[in-house]
T-cell receptor, first 116, second 114 residues
């Protein structure tokens, strides 16, 4: 049973380009969470999605960032017009159930975005 | 002030020592408390989770939650060099308004020396 798969593992973008990060949850998991981790900091919640629905996007920046989890295929975190401050590790987690039983969330290995 | 405070360390102990890792929090709505281990350049790995106050033991790991003090701890007994990692505490509320959202501490870096 494969774990949470994120790709690419490393992504380099020039300022102003778009970054697309992909996350395939564990088999049977329909709840996906995206987190961002800046150097020397903990993970910061960005968005929580179920299939075809955004449930909680309270941690998403208001501009340039969007996320989706279509009926078929992986969840996508999209960052438009990237800036240097977007450089971070982006982690995706999935769980089989939603709140309040969502404590057992499994994380992927992350995508490390570097904006040059 | 952050909702979750965690001493960043670094913490260095000899092999076999008992390690105590701690977090404090300010949001009384938190009901679920988790500890994750993160090796360098890897994703966080869930070690333990507890609901509300009390203790939970799993092998060499013991998690404690004291909601009255808003304080949680992770104890590692007989620490091993393979325990060297960053340990993250995380918490979440039960209500749907915080659906799926966990709030993490900044992590404590632990080194266990052989």
């Amino acid at each position: 049973n494969a774990g949470v798969m994120q790709n690419p593992r490393h992504l380099v973008r020039r300022r102003g380009q778009e970054a697309r990060l992909r996350c395939s949850p564990m088999k049977g998991h329909s709840h996906v969470y995206w987190y961002r981790q800046l150097p020397e900091e903990g993970l910061k919640f960005m968005v929580y999605l179920q299939k075809e629905n955004i449930i909680d996007e309270s941690g998403m920046p208001k501009e340039r960032f969007s996320a989706e989890f279509p009926k078929e295929g992986p969840s996508i975190l999209r960052i438009q017009q990237v800036v240097r401050g977007d450089s971070a590790a982006y982690f995706c987690a999935s769980s089989p159930m939603g709140p309040p039983m969502n404590t057992e969330a499994f994380f992927g290995q992350g995508t490390r975005l570097t904006v040059v | 002030q952050k909702e979750v405070e965690q001493d960043p360390g670094p913490l260095s102990v000899p092999e076999g020592a008992i390690v105590s890792l701690n977090c404090t929090y300010s949001n009384s709505a938190f009901q679920y408390f988790m500890w994750y281990r993160q090796y360098s350049r890897k994703g966080p790995e869930l070690l333990m989770y507890t609901y509300s106050s009390g203790n939970k033991e799993d092998g060499r790991f013991t998690a404690q939650v004291d909601k009255s003090s808003k304080y949680i701890s992770l104890f590692i007994r007989d620490s091993q060099p393979s325990d060297s990692a960053t340990y993250l505490c995380a918490m979440s509320a039960r209500v749907n308004t915080n659906a799926g959202k966990s709030t993490f501490g900044d992590g404590t870096t632990l080194t266990v020396k052989p």
